[in-house]
């Protein structure tokens, strides 16, 4: 199940999460990251707004604007690569205590 939690235009947090997600977007993921790769897409804007509309395509209702308005400027890129890594199945690192 994908999940991100954001904030609504009342400043209230609001979780969205998708449980169906078709295999067809992890071929559309790598599609992205390939290209990214490849030097394709040169603009870390073009690169950010890609991403963006990849994860906002993934939750019913969501937009782009939802996304850039309702998460924290620090939060981004860390939200976006964490909902990337779930569509590839890859686990949510967990922070460790250092002891």
């Known amino acids: 199940m994908l999940r991100i939690e954001l904030r609504n235009k009342q400043g209230e947090k609001v979780v969205k999460e998708q449980e169906f997600v078709p295999a067809r977007k992890v071929r559309e993921v790598l599609e992205m990251l390939d290209d990214f790769a490849s030097g394709e897409v040169t603009k870390e804007v073009e690169a950010l707004d890609r991403k963006v509309e990849f994860v906002a395509g993934l939750f019913p209702n969501m937009t782009t604007d ?34």
Do not use: A, F, T
Not at 66 to 95: A, C, F, H, M, T
């Open 66 to 99: 939802d996304i850039y308005d309702g998460l924290k400027s620090s939060e981004l890129l860390k939200e976006l690569d964490n909902v990337i890594d779930q569509v590839l199945g890859r686990e949510k690192k967990i922070p460790q205590d250092d002891k």
